[in-house]
């Protein structure tokens, strides 16, 4: 059984000879009991920068932090352009190798270790875009809004363009419509007025 504390301070020894010399220094946080199991976690420290490291059963979740602001190491190692060079995550059994693999993965961080952090803050910003993309798509899906869309375009094909505008006033989240879904809104609302006009007289 792998004890989650001692693994993390184990591999901590491979990381420190990189990061350390830039003036990090490690600091163990917290060893607890999850729904996933037992974890534990730690981050070096500079100033207002920090990079966390959680271990379960093996190096999880890595995140750069600049004050407020955190990219995974992937989003980060995608934004800098070395993503297809990056050794982490690996799929060994060995719980020490997550910890290689990413003292490899360092070597291309310089932008956040004695940098400027302006790449790292860039992928924050777009990790949280893509974050709040995907809790937006969840609230639209939780309140009936993506069925009602895909119905809306059955009836739209189906040229029942009353159908749609009906549909329309009971989404709850109308701003949320991508462009093509106004476009169709607006459409099926020319065709209704038309028809409309073409009765009267």
């Known amino acids: 059984m792998i004890d989650p504390k001692k693994a993390l301070t184990d591999g901590i020894e ?6 350390e010399p830039h ?17 534990a976690w730690g981050e070096f420290i500079r100033e207002n920068r920090s990079l966390q490291l959680h271990f379960r059963l093996t190096l999880g979740m890595i995140r750069y932090c600049v004050a407020d602001q955190s990219a995974s190491h992937g989003s ?5 352009g070395v993503w ?3 050794r982490y995550p690996g799929f060994s059994e060995d719980p020490i190798a997550g910890f290689d ?3 490899h993965d360092l070597a291309f961080a310089e932008d956040f270790s004695s940098g400027t952090a302006a790449i790292l803050l860039r992928a924050a910003s777009k990790e ?3 974050a709040t993309d995907r809790n937006e798509q969840l609230m639209r899906i ?9 119905q809306m375009k059955d009836r739209f094909r189906a040229a029942e363009y009353s159908e749609v505008m009906t549909l329309a006033t009971e989404l709850k989240y109308p701003d949320k419509m991508s462009q093509s879904e106004q476009r169709m809104i607006h ?14 007289r």
Not at 14 to 19: E, T
């Open 76 to 80: 980060y190692m995608q934004e800098l």
């Open 84 to 86: 297809n060079r990056c």
């Open 101 to 103: 693999d990413l003292a």
């Open 187 to 200: 459409i099926a609302r020319e065709r209704t007025t038309g028809r409309l006009s073409t009765s009267r």
């Open 142 to 150: 939780s309140v009936g809004d993506v069925r009602k869309l895909e």
């Open 14 to 19: 491979v990381v420190r000879p990189i990061i």
């Open 128 to 130: 949280a875009l893509r």
């Open 23 to 39: 003036g990090f220094r490690f600091q163990f946080r917290e060893q607890g009991k999850g729904s996933g199991g037992t974890f």
